[in-house]
C-alpha cells in the first residue's frame, strides 16, 4: 500500500507557499516548515509546492527519486533551461542558470539549494538589503563558497539574476537577487 505523504495537500502547499514568501521578503530570516511538511525533506516539500506540468526542473546531483518525478509533474530540463533547479550546497556549482533578460527578468531560474544546517556551521553571511532591518547575520553549514561567489556574478546586473532558497532539513531562507550576501 503506498503511502500519501502530506505534501502533496493544498493546505500544506499553502502553508509552505506562505513561508516560502516570508523568507524571500524578509532575507536572511529563515522560516520553519517542519510542521507542515511531517517527517518529509524540506527541499521536496518546497518543490512540491512550486512544480507542475507547466514549468521544468532541473535535477544536476540526482537528489530526488525516480518515484518523485510523475507526483512532481515537471518536465525535467537541464540547469542552464529550467524554471527551477534542485541543487546540493556541499558541490561546487558548475552551471549558469537562466538569469532572463532586461525586457523579461522574470524568466530567471528559482535554485533550491540543500544544505546541512541554516542556523549553525562556520560558513557566517550577512544580508543586508530591500527587506531586511539594517542587517541579518546567519551561519551555514553545507554550503560551499563557490555558490556565493557565482551568485554575486549572477545578480551584478540587476534586474538580471537567479533567486535562490536554502532549504535545510526543516527550514527555508530567501535569497533574492536583491539582496547583497556578504561572507564574514
Known sequence: MMRFENIWLPATQQGIFRC???AISRPGIFRNIDGLINGCDAHRGVLAMFLDAEVSLADPQGLLDDDDWPLFQAQRSSADKADYILCNGRDIVDFDPRLG????PDQSAMLVICV???TEGSLELRFQ???VDGSEEI???GLHRSWLDRRAEWVAQFPLGAD???VDSKRV???PRTTRVEVL
Not at 533578460?101 to 523579461?104: D, E, I, N
Open 20 to 22: 516560502v514568501m516570508e
Open 139 to 141: 551561519t551555514v553549514s
Open 129 to 131: 538589503g530591500p527587506g
Open 101 to 104: 533578460t532586461l525586457p523579461c
Open 116 to 118: 546541512d544546517h541554516l
Open 173 to 175: 531562507l530567501g535569497m
Open 164 to 166: 535562490i532558497l536554502l
